[in-house]
């Protein structure tokens, strides 16, 4: 027997764009989450864990760049040891990023010294030459990069804002990964 399944399986794919009138409804109560509204579903804490994470990569990240622009300074390429400063300044704006996140979804952004290192992504490091400045901090961009992409991913359409903000500083991490590459060598 023949069946025309085209037809019904059309009507089935084809689901009207419609906003769901309760979530509507519910956002008018629970006051004091803010920015964060009952559809928001149950993995915040997943999420500011995820964010806290980053921002001990990136705190982590901003002591390395000043470590090593201080203490690379005066040897034979001041311009690569200035682009450290540069970069501790660009971590240091992501690190600001993600606590205000943080504060949006309702969490507490974690900046507690004693337990940065065990919750960064990305190594310290105490390099004393110019070449092993350059390839510590390409490292520890590979692996903020690996990092930003996998929280994208995870994330999805669960928190539109959050993706927004880690691609942008993606991008960043990106550009920081490949000027690196071409300093190595140099
Ligand atoms: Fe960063
Ligand atoms: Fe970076």
Known sequence: MKVDVSSSSKAAQHKHLVLDQGGLDAARNSLDEGAVTPSYGPWRDDVVKLLNDALATELVCVLRYKRHYFTANGVDSPAIADEFLVHANAESAHADRIAERIVQLGGEPDFAPSHLLDRSHAAYDESTDLQSMVRANLVAERIAVEAYRQMITL???????????????????????????DWLGH
Do not use: F, N, Q, V
């Open 155 to 181: 994330i999805g359409d669960k928190d539109p804002t959050t993706r927004r903000m880690l691609e942008d500083i993606l991008s960043e991490e990106e550009e920081h990964a490949d000027e690196l590459k």
